[in-house]
């Protein structure tokens, strides 16, 4: 309406201008073109409130979801998040709004332990043994993990969405018990920094209210276990796939945490031994900002303990993909697994 109103304005004025210029003095029309201006300037100031408003509204909200939902987003190195939420299943929707590949993993922190005491007994312990391994210093950093403190043996992995490209939503869905959790991202800059060290760790307060969701219906699962790696059924279709993961059972590897799945799609040429040397944390190189090229990651779930299943959905298009845990040497393993997804023929009439 109001840029109607100034194209009115504009033609009226320039018509009035035109005969005053004939009819009367200089200052006039100086005088005229001052109060013209004055009201596109208004037109404008309003205009470019409303469009605030509008994309405010347009952003996901983090707050407020309904029973079940916790949506979450990054734009740099934060979650945004609700920080209470019932127990039950739980469908995280998080979306990578930054320029970096990240993920989301939950803790169960023992009681009585709080996101302080990760940034004080925790943190520091896993930069200082990183920065030692990354000036050479191996058996140094190493022995940095003495430091942690007995209770980080009772903290347990509870899932969580697996490694994510920028400007994706990856949606995974476990059952949460109440408690304490901590949310982290430890993907690493080039310089070796944890993003958790530089801020991308929060708390979430799991209560004992129940949202009474049910978990997702699954169209194909896959079987993770130490012994027959990733198990799934490779006639996979392209469209959308909710996969149900399944952990026969758990261990822990050398990087300090257990198998899970992430979903990769792989471009032309890509090499499959860079991206297996890059996802292990522990190597100086592995898990850094940016990922090696060619590959792109679209969810997963994060390490569960055995018997626990997590749910994840994707639409896979035509193209190369592959399953991957996040531990060293995962082909020796059986935990990188490729496959192709082909494109769907169009019918002929």
């Known amino acids: 309406m109001c840029y109607n109103l100034k194209i ?38 309003k205009k470019s409130n409303e469009e605030s408003i509008v994309l405010s509204e347009e952003k996901p909200k983090t707050e407020k979801s309904e029973p079940g939902i916790v949506e979450v987003i990054t734009n740099n190195m934060d979650f945004q998040m609700a920080k209470s939420i019932p127990s039950g299943w739980t469908t995280f929707k998080y979306r990578n709004q930054s320029a970096d590949t990240h993920f989301l993993i939950l803790e169960k922190y023992p009681e009585g332990k709080t996101i302080s005491n990760a940034k004080k007994e925790i943190l520091p312990v ?19 993990f003495g430091n942690l403190p007995d209770w980080f043996q009772e903290v347990i992995f509870m899932g969580g969405t697996g490694l994510i490209a920028p400007e994706k939503i990856a949606q995974t869905t476990v059952n949460l018990e109440p408690g304490t959790y901590i949310i982290e991202c430890y993907v690493k800059m080039n310089n070796g920094m944890f993003h958790s060290y530089l801020g991308m760790i929060t708390e979430l307060e799991v209560t004992s209210e129940k949202n009474r969701k049910e978990p997702p219906t699954p169209t194909s699962e896959i079987t993770i276990s130490s012994t027959n790696g990733i198990e799934f059924k490779d006639d996979l279709e392209a469209g959308r796939h909710i996969f149900k993961v399944n952990f026969k059972d758990q261990i822990l590897y050398p990087n300090f945490v257990g198998h899970d799945v992430n979903l990769v ?85």
Request: overall charge positive.
């Open 265 to 349: 799609k792989i471009k032309e040429g890509a090499n499959l031994k860079t991206l297996e040397k890059w996802i292990n944390w522990l190597d100086p190189k592995g898990l850094i900002s940016p990922i090696p090229e060619g590959f792109e990651f679209l969810g997963g779930v994060q390490d569960m303990p055995a018997g626990n299943s997590g749910y994840f959905s994707v639409n896979l298009q035509g193209g190369r993909y592959a399953f991957i845990a996040e531990i060293p040497d995962a082909s020796k393993h059986k935990m990188l697994k490729e496959f192709e997804i082909k494109k769907k023929e169009l019918a002929l009439k």
């Open 126 to 144: 896993f930069q200082n043994a990183m920065d030692s391994i990354n000036t050479g210093k191996q058996e140094a950093g190493m022995a940095e």
């Open 8 to 45: 009115t304005i504009l033609k009226s004025e320039v018509m009035k201008n035109a005969l005053y210029f004939l009819k009367k003095s200089f200052a006039s029309l100086v005088f005229q073109s001052i109060f013209i201006l004055l009201i596109l300037i208004g037109c404008k100031d």
